[in-house]
């Protein structure tokens, strides 16, 4: 079992940063991904960042390309997302997940944390 607590999240100004944290407790990480998802209201949830445990190895959704940066902090065992250049369409619950890396399937979600951006 694999416990994601989130924290962070705000209300900010377009134009501003936030970081937001997942820290994770239970059992090793050693072979997971962990994502950060977002879900608007009336949209569906969406993949916003992911980084590979082992690895490092990293990947974004188009729309945050170059604004967000996914990382890990080992020593911490706590995921990070740094959101820069916010915009009013970030506005979103967003929601830190895990899972098998050989699998491709988020196994475990965390209970989110609102973000919004006021224009």
């Known amino acids: 079992q694999v416990q994601l607590v989130e924290s962070g999240g705000g209300l900010v100004q377009a134009g501003d940063s936030l970081r937001l944290s997942c820290a994770a407790s239970?059992?090793?990480?050693?072979?997971?991904?962990m994502g950060w998802f977002r879900q608007a209201p009336a949209r569906e949830r969406e993949f916003v960042a992911a980084?590979?445990?082992?690895?490092?190895?990293?990947s974004y959704a188009n729309s945050v390309k170059g604004r967000f940066t996914i990382s890990i902090d080992y020593a911490k065992n706590t995921v990070y997302l740094q959101m820069n250049s916010l915009k009013p369409e970030d506005t979103a619950v967003f929601y830190c997940?895990?899972?098998?890396?050989?699998?491709?399937?988020?196994?475990?979600w965390g209970q989110g944390t609102q973000v919004t951006v006021s224009s």
């Open positions: 980084v590979t445990w082992t690895s490092g190895r990293t």
């Open positions: 997940a895990a899972g098998p890396a050989i699998i491709g399937r988020w196994d475990y």
């Open positions: 239970g059992r090793t990480l050693s072979g997971y991904v």
